[in-house]
């Protein structure tokens, strides 16, 4: 997106561009009349004064070089400063990412603050993180991403990324239904006005081969046309038998800007995957607990390799529109046509008759029970956010209004097929977890499922106010109407107003302490044992927090602290085994700590500390988690381009309900790499020394397992 200037940002820099003009004259070798020591007049060279004038100011959209990003857009749909967002705000950049040799978006996350990065470990069917004790809303360029995870969507490509934007805590006021966790906003790569080709291979771990290429720049001589190409192309497996993890994905975007008014980016987006199911959901013994035959190997796959599979397609088209009316107004729409298509087929471990035990085998505790599962699902989603943008003043207060109105719609078709182990009474056999042997096994049938409808639109107002020079009020209101459709029964409609307040002081010395108040709702589905329709869950948050930048960008800090509180929650019912009770309330608190900074041209750190205590209600997770990384470039033999990096990620030991406990763990991340102005290689080596982990065992019986070492070796070539 491109944004209005003001009109004084417009005249300094104008005035800064003479200034630099005269300067330069005055900066070339100029004779000069004068007098030398002895008193004879002669000539004298004057010393040569070089001017270098700093580029275009950083957006939230722009590439930022480093890891330090100054704005953001998803906390406002408005350009913002960081520092000047009453609520907390992390920023994973392009460099970031890819120093950090991000596989997956988990992997980008792995260093961010406040985020759980690995609810659910390897996982191959979707990413899986938590933010502030839930599951946060997903959204691409600004737009939701999909309703529902694994069985209807197709896992995001972070080379195919220019930054990931997290704004923790509740967002419904800004992007209608969501949890209490926040939203995570991936920020597509777009096209450039100057020309950048870029082309790599790497080669890793699991027979990890890939290719990648990112090409962008103008198409015409007056730049009103730019185009950007990324491509993708991956064979690999995983650490899991007989799962692989294959990707092909092209992405390309055109934007034509026929003056500085207007821009409209046209983006399409292919992707096929093919995986399978890394979760096999094995027991608490012989993961956790002992087992007499020992721990279940990390690579053990209990499906059947001619069966499971996890296949996904997405196509995608859209567009990002932006014209402004003059320097205070503008106008925008976010559009965009998805379909997705998952083809997946699973024979899961039974962890759930016998919590955490073997319910088919409890002497021997070798023969595991088998649920089959089996979906083939498509999805067809429309979305599109409009929104109007202005600046205006009234007395000593000035406006940053915002007023729109966003809609999104999606179907579901789905075939689904499933069958129980054999002492269920279904038809599924046991197998060996300690000595696997494949086949006997009959796929379940698939029959249609009802088809599925989600409608939501939604209206909304938000506006930021600035008193005098320091002090920054934000306040917003929008209404939502969420209409779920299944064939065969009656809409289930949820309406809901929410709410937005913050309040910040923005001290010239960098210091902006902050307080602000949020909302969040979340539609539950179905009725209870009396018909009833569920009330949506309600969520409130109340943050405090300090932020800090330095003059120079090179250096920020951000602490929160925060209270959640959610209504509505789903109990068991104690007078009916059958029902559904919607007297719970969850409780909230935590904090969370963020730095990063630049120390001269060499040194780069980002380091973060959350605590968060949990109501035991919900999902269990680390109540301690903390992670620094740091990058130091250096040169060899007056060689320069070198650097290498290293990080620790540590989490402490939590419990899930009734479930053992998961032991804390602590990980180490490295990195070295080379470059010149044309290449870069590099040797990314994740869980450097192997450590065997264990991610979450839930209350419910199984327990999931981390990723092991992963080591890539890449090189990309640039012109």
């Not at 002895?38 to 010393?47: C, D, E, I, S």
């Not at 995570?184 to 890939?210: A, D, F, H, T």
């Not at 250096?634 to 990080?647: E, K, Y």
């Amino acid at each position: 997106m491109r944004h209005a200037v003001p009109v004084r940002s417009r005249v300094v820099a104008l005035a800064a561009v003479n200034v630099f003009s005269v300067l330069a004259v005055f900066s070339q070798p100029v004779a000069a009349q004068g007098t030398d020591a002895a008193g004879r007049g002669g000539t004298a060279t004057l010393q040569t004064i070089t001017v270098t004038g700093q580029g275009e100011p950083e957006t939230a959209t722009t590439p930022v070089s480093g890891y330090i990003a100054r704005n953001a857009v998803t906390a406002s749909k408005t350009d913002t400063p960081l520092i000047e967002t009453p609520q907390a705000v992390t920023v994973v950049t392009r460099d970031e990412i890819a120093d950090q040799g991000a596989q997956g978006l988990q992997d980008a996350l792995n260093y961010a603050a406040g985020v759980r990065s690995d609810a659910y470990g390897l996982d191959s069917r979707t990413d899986s993180f938590r933010i502030r004790g839930s599951e946060p809303s997903v959204y691409l360029d600004g737009l939701r991403q999909n309703y529902n995870w694994y069985t209807s969507t197709t896992r995001t490509e972070p080379y195919s990324l220019e930054r990931i934007e997290v704004l923790r805590g509740p967002a419904s006021m800004l992007y209608g239904q969501g949890s209490t966790a926040g939203v995570v906003n991936m920020v597509s790569k777009l096209p450039l006005p100057e020309s950048q080709k870029e082309v790599g291979v790497s080669y890793g771990s699991n027979n990890r081969k890939q290719i990648q290429a990112d090409l962008t720049g103008p198409l015409t001589d007056d730049g009103t046309w730019l185009y950007r190409i990324v491509a993708l192309g991956r064979k690999a497996d995983t650490q899991v038998d007989y799962v692989p993890d294959d990707r092909l994905m092209v992405a390309p975007s055109l934007m034509w800007r026929p003056s500085a008014s207007t821009s409209l980016t046209l983006q399409g987006l292919w992707q096929g995957d093919k995986s399978g199911s890394s979760s096999q959901f094995f027991p608490w013994e012989g993961v956790v607990l002992d087992n007499p035959n020992g721990a279940i190997p990390e690579h053990r796959f209990i499906g059947e390799p001619d069966w499971d599979r996890y296949n996904s397609t997405r196509s995608s088209f859209g567009w990002q529109f932006e014209h402004k009316f003059n320097d205070n107004w503008t106008v925008r729409q976010n559009f965009r046509w998805v379909k997705n298509k998952v083809d997946y087929r699973t024979l899961y471990g039974d962890s759930f008759t016998l919590p955490g035990g073997w319910a088919g085998d409890p002497v021997n505790k070798r023969l595991f029970g088998r649920f089959a599962d089996a979906t083939l699902t498509r999805v067809n989603m429309v979305a599109a956010d409009q929104h109007l943008e202005g600046k205006f003043q009234t007395g000593f207060i000035q406006h940053h209004i915002l007023v729109g109105f966003d809609a999104a719609r999606a179907k579901q078709t789905k075939q689904s097929g499933y069958d129980t182990p054999v002492y269920l009474g279904g038809t599924v056999p046991l197998i060996d977890v300690y000595s696997p042997v494949y086949g006997g096994f009959t796929p379940p049938a698939m029959t249609d499922d009802p088809v599925s409808r989600q409608t939501d639109t939604g209206v909304y107002i938000h506006d930021q106010l600035k008193f005098g020079h320091n002090w920054i009020v934000v306040a917003g209101l929008r209404y939502d109407r969420s209409v779920a459709a299944l064939e065969g029964q009656d809409d289930e409609v949820s309406t809901a107003t929410t709410r937005r307040l913050g309040l910040m002081y923005a001290a010239d010395n960098g210091f902006s302490p902050y307080v602000s108040y949020s909302e969040s709702f979340t539609p539950v589905a179905g009725l209870d044992f009396y018909n009833q329709r569920y009330k949506p869950l309600r969520g409130k948050q109340i943050e405090g927090g300090l932020k800090y930048e330095s003059h120079d960008g090179k250096t920020m800090f951000n602490v929160a602290t925060y209270s959640l509180r959610e209504e509505n929650r789903q109990v068991n019912d104690p007078g009916n085994p059958l029902n559904r009770l919607q007297t719970g309330e969850t409780k909230t608190t935590g904090l969370e700590l963020e730095l990063k900074t630049a120390i001269g041209r060499k040194f780069s750190v980002i380091a973060n500390y959350s605590y968060i205590d949990l109501d035991s209600k919900l999902e269990g997770i680390p109540r301690h988690q903390a992670s620094v990384w740091g990058k130091y470039r250096f040169s060899i033999a007056q060689v320069s381009g070198f650097s290498v990096g290293a990080g620790v990620r540590w989490l402490s030991s939590f419990r899930d309900g009734h479930a053992p406990k998961t032991p804390a763990v602590t990980l180490v991340d490295a990195m070295l790499a080379y470059e010149t102005p044309s290449w870069r290689y590099a040797l990314n080596v994740n869980n450097m020394f192997n450590k065997s982990y264990v991610s979450t065992c839930l209350g419910r019986g199984d327990c999931w397992y981390g990723a092991q070492r992963s080591i890539v070796a890449s090189a990309s070539y640039r012109f």
